[in-house]
C-alpha cells in the first residue's frame, strides 16, 4: 500500500516563528502536493510538484514555500506564522500520469497561537 | 478558474437509507470528476471517478452519475451502514493530453451520518 507520512500529527507555534512540516511517500511517486483544510472551505492547493527541485504554486501560496530536494520528501515551509495559518494541512502524492489520483497522509494539525 | 460547489453540507440519514450528494461546477473543460471519502482523524481516501466519456459509474453501494451538460455529478450511497459516516468530498479537474494534469478543485465537503 502507498504510505504517506506527515511528520506530526499535532503542532503548536508562535506566531512568528519559522514552521517546517514534512511530508515523505514511500511509492516513488512523481508528483506531491500540499492542501489545507478548512471547514466550509473543503480542501485548497497550496503548492505541488512534479519533480525534484520543481515547484508550483497553487490557489493560496501566500505566506507560504516549498522545498522538494528529493523523490520522496515535500516539505511545506512557513516564513513567519500567522494566526490565520492555523489549520489542518495535508500532503498527497500521486504517480506520473495518475496526477488525479492522490493519496493522502493523515495530515498536521497546526495551531498558532 | 475552475469553482465546486457541494450541497449539501451536512447529512443524516437511517442506516440502510440511501445518501445523495452534488456537485455542481463551473468549468466546462474539466472532465475528470473524483470522490474522496475522509473517516475521523485519516486523510482524504480516493473512493471512486468518473470521466467526462462516461455518464455513470458504480463499484457495489456507490455510484456516481454525471450531467455534462447541467456541469453538475452526484454520488450516490446505497444501503448505507454506520461506516459509510465520514466527511466526502467531490472535485473536478482538466485532464491534459499527456495524463500530468492541472490541479484537482475540491468542493466544500459533505459530513454524512448514518444513524444505526
Known amino acids: 500500500d502507498v504510505k504517506v507520512t506527515q511528520s506530526s500529527r499535532y503542532l503548536v507555534k508562535r506566531t512568528g516563528e519559522k514552521v517546517f512540516l514534512e511530508c515523505v511517500q514511500d511509492m516513488d511517486h512523481e508528483n506531491m502536493f500540499w492542501y489545507r483544510q478548512d471547514p466550509g472551505l473543503g480542501l485548497r492547493l497550496i503548492y505541488f510538484s512534479y519533480d525534484v527541485k520543481m515547484k508550483e504554486k497553487g490557489d493560496i501560496p501566500e505566506g507560504y514555500s516549498v522545498s522538494r530536494e528529493k523523490k520522496e520528501r515535500f516539505s511545506l515551509i512557513l516564513e513567519s506564522a500567522s494566526t490565520n495559518q492555523t489549520s489542518m494541512y495535508l500532503c498527497?502524492?500521486?504517480?506520473?500520469?495518475?496526477?488525479?489520483?492522490?493519496?493522502f497522509g493523515s495530515g498536521t494539525q497546526l495551531s498558532v497561537l | 478558474g475552475e469553482n465546486v460547489e457541494q450541497h449539501p453540507s451536512t447529512l443524516s440519514v437511517q442506516e440502510g437509507d440511501s445518501a445523495v450528494i452534488k456537485c455542481t461546477y463551473s468549468?466546462?473543460?474539466?472532465?475528470?470528476f473524483p470522490w474522496y471519502k475522509q473517516e475521523l482523524g485519516k486523510g482524504p481516501q480516493l473512493i471512486i471517478d468518473i470521466r467526462s466519456n462516461v455518464g455513470e459509474k458504480k463499484d457495489q453501494r456507490i455510484a456516481v452519475t454525471l450531467n455534462k451538460t447541467a456541469k453538475h455529478f452526484s454520488l450516490h450511497i446505497t444501503e448505507t451502514q454506520p461506516e459509510d459516516s465520514a466527511v466526502y468530498f467531490c472535485a473536478a479537474s482538466r485532464l491534459h493530453g499527456s495524463g500530468n494534469t492541472g490541479k484537482l478543485i475540491f468542493g466544500q465537503g459533505t459530513t454524512l451520518q448514518v444513524k444505526p
Open positions: 468549468d466546462s473543460a474539466s472532465n475528470y
Open positions: 498527497a502524492s500521486s504517480p506520473q500520469g495518475m496526477g488525479e489520483k492522490l493519496f
